[in-house]
């Protein structure tokens, strides 16, 4: 090939990348992320641009119930508005989808754990132990509910010490650190 052919084909594929973000973005494209990371949904924007986002996500999933990406959105800005009920509704949907993510069983355990349902939230995070025996969320939300609600603190600090033995030097691990020596 020469060296003018080459030019072209780059210059034609950044087009069509560019192209393709441009369309994707004025379709109302989201941020697309696979599942919920760290077991807290990041969004960002004001009150309006979630209500855009919910807006958005609930007319997919009323004409596509099987959009996983869309319940899990949905659920995510339900989280991060503080509306619990909404978050463990849209992440069942999720679950229904795909039962055994840990990242949704863990987002959806700690909005069980917002209202009140301890049971229903050691649940999910143990589930999502089960799946994922390296899921650092899940096992520090186990210590958390056993700590802060069900006043076990000699469970909290199994979980806990299981979490230190994988992750012993980040901005969560010294938490657990400072919990555990308060709790002892």
């Given amino acids: 090939m020469k060296k003018e052919n080459i030019l072209y084909v780059a210059v034609a594929l950044l087009v ?45 999933v009323a004409k596509d119930p099987k959009n996983l990406q869309a319940w899990v959105s949905l ?40 209202v009140g349902w301890f049971d229903k939230a050691l649940a999910n995070f143990e589930k999502a132990q089960q799946v994922d025996p390296k899921h650092l969320q899940s096992l520090y939300n186990i210590g958390v509910v ?22 012993s030097t980040s901005p969560t691990a010294q938490q657990i650190k400072a919990a555990m020596e308060k709790a002892k």
């Fill in 75 to 114: 659920g995510n800005d339900y989280f991060d508005t503080s509306q619990p009920q909404k978050a463990i509704d849209a992440y069942g949907k999720a679950l229904e989808l795909n039962p055994n993510n840990p990242d949704i069983l863990t987002d959806q355990g700690v909005m069980f754990r917002k």
């Fill in 16 to 60: 069509g990348l560019l192209g393709g973000y441009l369309i994707f973005s004025l379709a109302g494209g989201k941020k697309q992320v696979e599942t919920p990371t760290a077991g807290i949904p990041m969004g960002a924007g004001t009150p309006a641009d979630y209500q855009s986002r919910i807006t958005e996500a609930e007319k997919i």
């Fill in 146 to 167: 056993y700590m802060d609600d069900m006043k076990q603190p000699d469970k909290a600090l199994k979980s806990w010490s299981r979490y230190l033995e994988m992750d």
